[in-house]
C-alpha cells in the first residue's frame, strides 16, 4: 500500500511540475530575417519563433504549442 501511494505521489509530483516542459526559453534576437521594423526572436531551446515589435521581448514559453 506504501508502494502504491509512492507510485501516486510521483505521477502527482510529475503532473504538477512538469519536467518535460521547457519554460525557461532561451530566445535570440534575430535581426536579418525581418526588415518591417519587428524582431524575429528563435528559441534556442525549443526551436519556436516569434515576430515582436521592436524593443520588446518574449517571455513565454512555446514549447507546450507543439
Ligand atoms: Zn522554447
Redesign the pocket.
Given at each position: 500500500m506504501i508502494l502504491v501511494l509512492g507510485i501516486l505521489a510521483v505521477i502527482a509530483a510529475l503532473l504538477v511540475w512538469r519536467p518535460w516542459e521547457?519554460r525557461s526559453?532561451r530566445w535570440r534576437e534575430d535581426r536579418r530575417k525581418l526588415a518591417d521594423g519587428r524582431v524575429l526572436f528563435v528559441?534556442m531551446?525549443?526551436g519556436?519563433d516569434m515576430a515582436l515589435p521592436k524593443g520588446r521581448s518574449p517571455k513565454t514559453?512555446?514549447?507546450g504549442d507543439m
Open positions: 521547457r526559453c528559441c531551446a525549443c519556436a514559453c512555446r514549447a
